[in-house]
């Protein structure tokens, strides 16, 4: 098979010489084509060396791909190879799913745990439960092997049956169950509901094939329903998808024909527009877009169309910057190639393309633009708009970062080992929206973290030992010795007081994880709205009419 796929390398070069060739003496098309016969010519000289010369038996597809893989990574961050073993991942893009069995797993102490079951998949149709244990899958035991490896076992290319060896929190013996290979996604609008008085809101992870058939329905349901007026259309963390999907969305309340992106290509004349379809059914709604640093691509071209047209309120934070296109194309033997066409030009004139991809041409890394190098652009009503930055949110909201308990409960699995114990305790508990940790059910859990032997180091003591370590280098060893001791004492984390200090956030986490096991991802995300900064004051701006359209102004 190799000798073969070798043969068939040599003579696709050899056909690439002569077509180049004969352009060159047809055409004199000049230096670009002489460079490439070059390069070409002496690219097939050393494999047909490395062929016959070299000192070990060579993997011409290893070969192949790592020759790819280096050509293709001095263009830009998106223009990939990718192999006959990843064609699942065309499927994965257009429709969002992929063939496995709907888990992901976590190596915690050694086993391979279930975090995440997809409802109405095939694991959760098995009777499969976040919390349970892989300990083999068809007679392979699980333990010993990578996380990676333990996913190949699930996923594959076709229908199989697996058996797989449970051990659940509470059962003495193990469980077989059978769980058949499927087709497996998650549904790209998961959320969908009166979020307030008249306020409505959905939340969009991806855009894939249905994406913008289910966002109507769903609309369609809370405006007949609740008679909504207003939404709100969350787009955190949604690495886009199919921008089609994105523009039969902006149909249902922009005027039939606005243009919502350019998408200009290399040659100018093949520029294609994107312009809504339909006579729009929701033109009067109020609509604010949440964003974050994490909404890229389609995503942030839905939100920015509306931002230059002046049509919607966006708020969050900075998004991604994404603004280039691929188009995926078959290269034979299951292989593909996707490449980075052209750049999508938003209504305004700007192209959000944070990231500087043509420094790789030189063989340096890309860079962010800086602020000082963005163009002003403006929206349809005058509002400044700015270029190569993603899309800036017309309210920015503060995002709070700090380092306390909650993030070492969740880091040494406090909150999911809790949460597999309640679960077998409890059979049913309240719906997201209505469910609490007790102040006994708390006192349980602190009881619980105390008997597990739970201890964390702040990483202020980290920076202090650096700091003792740089004292004692310049010979102030014994004069900072008292002050270092001092703040030693300070820094010792006391578990005890603060699992308390910090009660409020602590139960928001552990009710989140618990409803995990009832409700499923659905489920959790419906409580965080519960306690969402973000959406009480996107809340707050599209219920005040003279605040929101004062935002809309120049």
């Known amino acids: 098979m190799k000798k073969i796929r070798f043969t068939i390398l040599l003579s696709f070069l050899a056909i690439s010489l002569t077509i180049i060739a004969g352009n060159k003496n047809k055409k ?11 390069n070409i010519e002496t690219y097939a000289n050393v494999l047909r060396e490395l062929s016959i010369n070299y000192v070990d038996e060579i993997n011409y597809d290893n070969l192949l791909n790592f020759a790819l893989e280096g050509m293709l990574y001095s263009l ?51 009777g499969i439960i976040v919390g349970d244990i892989m300990v083999s899958i068809n007679g392979k035991k699980c333990a010993p092997l990578e996380l990676s490896q333990v996913s190949d076992m699930l996923r594959g290319t076709s229908s199989e049956k697996l058996k797989i060896e449970i051990k659940r929190y509470g059962n003495e013996k193990n469980i077989i169950k059978e769980v058949t290979r499927n ?58 998808g199919i921008l089609q999907q994105a523009v039969n969305i902006a149909s249902l309340f922009l005027p039939k024909s606005t243009k919502i ?43 920015g169309s509306f931002q230059d047209l002046d049509k919607a309120l966006i708020v969050g934070e900075r998004s991604f910057g994404k603004a280039l296109v691929q188009n995926i194309t078959s290269t034979g033997y299951d292989t593909y190639l996707k490449l980075t066409i052209g750049k999508y030009i938003l209504p305004s ?32 009503n005058g509002r400044i708009v700015y270029d190569g930055s993603g899309i800036n949110p017309d309210t920015a909201f503060e995002i709070k970062e700090e380092l306390t308990i909650c993030d070492y409960l969740q880091y040494y699995n406090m909150f999911y080992k809790y949460a597999n114990k309640y679960h077998y305790e409890h059979k049913t508990i309240a719906q997201p929206m209505e469910f609490e940790v007790s102040d006994s059910i708390y006192e349980d859990f602190c009881n619980f973290v105390i008997a597990n032997n739970f201890n964390y180091s702040l990483t202020s003591n980290m920076y202090l030992q650096s700091l003792e370590s740089l004292i004692k280098a310049e010979g102030y060893e014994e004069i900072a010795k008292e002050h270092i001791d001092k703040l030693k004492e300070l820094l010792k984390p006391n578990v005890k007081y603060d699992l308390q200090r910090l009660k409020p956030t602590i139960k928001r986490k552990l009710e989140n994880e618990i409803i995990t096991r ?26 005040k009419d003279e605040v929101y359209q004062e935002l809309l102004k120049p």
């Open 261 to 303: 992106v350019d998408l200009k290509k290399r040659n100018q004349k093949n520029t294609q527009t994107y312009s809504t379809i339909n006579v729009p059914k929701y033109p009067n709604m109020k609509l604010a877009f949440i964003v974050n640093k994490e909404s890229a691509s389609a995503s942030e071209l839905l939100a």
């Open 183 to 240: 087709y497996v996604s998650e549904n790209s609008i998961p959320v969908a509901l009166e979020i307030a008085p008249g306020t409505g809101y959905i939340k969009i992870t991806s855009f894939v094939e249905n994406t913008s058939s289910t966002f109507k329905t769903k609309l369609d349901s809370l405006v007949t329903n609740n008679g909504i007026e207003n939404l709100i259309i969350d787009l955190r963390d949604n690495g886009g």
């Open 28 to 38: 004199q098309e000049g230096e670009s084509k002489f460079n490439q016969l070059k």
């Open 349 to 380: 004139g700007r192209c959000i393309q944070a990231i500087d991809y043509t420094s790789r041409h030189d063989g340096n890394k890309e860079r962010v633009l800086v602020d000082s190098l963005l163009n002003e652009y403006k929206t349809k």
């Open 76 to 126: 830009d961050p998106y223009t990939i190879f990718i192999p006959e073993v990843n064609n699942q991942y065309i499927r994965t893009i257009n429709k969002g799913e992929y063939m496995g069995v709907g888990v992901v797993i976590q190596k915690i102490d050694g086993e391979i745990h279930i975090t995440k079951v997809l409802k109405d998949m095939p694991a959760y149709n098995a």
């Open 518 to 543: 009832y409700y499923y991802s659905q489920g959790s995300m419906i409580f965080s709205l519960k306690s969402d900064e973000w959406i009480e004051k996107t809340i707050d701006i599209i219920n």
